[in-house]
């Protein structure tokens, strides 16, 4: 299964090329292989560098929500990041 954190838009250039932050990581991904505009400030999920489809704001941030909910708990040790995650912390919470 893949996993894909949203990721917002802070730079698009003239290749295509845009510069996303995600979870405040930066990195540079493609554009070519989404057939929506996209613009700065917008959220995508990525694909192994590929923008994969547009998320509304709204979705995304719940999203990073749950992924910081999620970091937190592997830091605090309430979920064991060597086994990926346990079912009762999920339904604990």
Same mark, same amino acid.
């Given at each position: 299964?893949?996993?894909?954190?949203?990721?917002k838009v &802070?730079?698009?250039?003239?290749n295509?090329m845009? @510069?996303?932050? @995600?979870?405040? +990581?930066?990195r540079?991904? @493609?554009?070519?292989? &989404?057939?929506?505009?996209?613009?700065?400030?917008?959220? &995508?999920?990525i694909? +192994?560098?590929?923008?994969?489809?547009?998320?509304?704001?709204?979705e995304?941030?719940?999203?990073?929500?749950?992924?910081?909910? &999620? +970091?937190?708990a592997?830091?605090?040790g309430?979920?064991?990041?060597?086994?990926?995650?346990?079912?009762?912390y999920?339904?604990?919470h």
């Amino acid at each position: 299964m893949c996993l894909s954190i949203p990721s917002k838009v &802070i730079k698009i250039d003239e290749n295509n090329m845009a @510069t996303v932050d @995600t979870m405040g +990581v930066k990195r540079e991904i @493609t554009l070519d292989l &989404i057939d929506e505009p996209i613009e700065i400030g917008d959220y &995508i999920l990525i694909h +192994v560098g590929y923008a994969m489809g547009k998320i509304s704001k709204e979705e995304a941030l719940e999203s990073i929500k749950a992924y910081e909910e &999620i +970091v937190k708990a592997m830091e605090s040790g309430e979920i064991d990041p060597d086994e990926g995650h346990s079912g009762e912390y999920f339904e604990s919470h």
